[in-house]
């Protein structure tokens, strides 16, 4: 059973910097694509980045592009999630979430999902 567990999250300040990072258990890392997933209140879940299981071709939601930067340590189980220059818009509840495809930008893929990590930027 894949189990997924965030950290990291909290409040900062807009322009700030956040690191969030995504554990990773009960099932062969190397084998998933990570991707990281948030949810705004009263807003539909979307897609933030993700990454293959090699770490080739990440994806990003174009909003987040050239602000956040997705990476994984396959030696570690872990994927985390650098967050730059925050807005208030990306406050959100930040979800880590695995697919059982080597790669995967498309929400519908991912399979396993977190309990999730609040990330609140203030203005």
């Known amino acids: 059973q894949v189990q997924l567990v965030e950290s990291g999250g909290g409040l900062v300040q807009t322009g700030g910097s956040q690191l969030i990072s995504c554990a990773f258990s009960?099932?062969?890392?190397?084998?998933?694509?990570m991707g990281w997933i948030r949810q705004a209140p009263g807003k539909e879940r979307e897609l933030v980045a993700s990454?293959?299981?090699?770490?080739?071709?990440?994806y990003y939601l174009d909003s987040v592009k050239g602000r956040f930067t997705i990476s994984r340590d396959n030696a570690k189980n872990t994927v985390y999630l650098q967050m730059s220059s925050l807005k208030p818009e990306d406050t959100a509840v930040y979800y880590c979430?695995?697919?059982?495809?080597?790669?995967?930008?498309?929400?519908?893929?991912?399979?396993?999902w977190g309990q999730g990590t609040q990330v609140t930027v203030s203005s």
């Open positions: 979430a695995a697919s059982a495809r080597g790669a995967a930008s498309r929400l519908s893929l991912f399979n396993y």
């Open positions: 009960g099932g062969t890392f190397s084998n998933y694509a």
């Open positions: 990454i293959s299981f090699s770490g080739q071709t990440p």
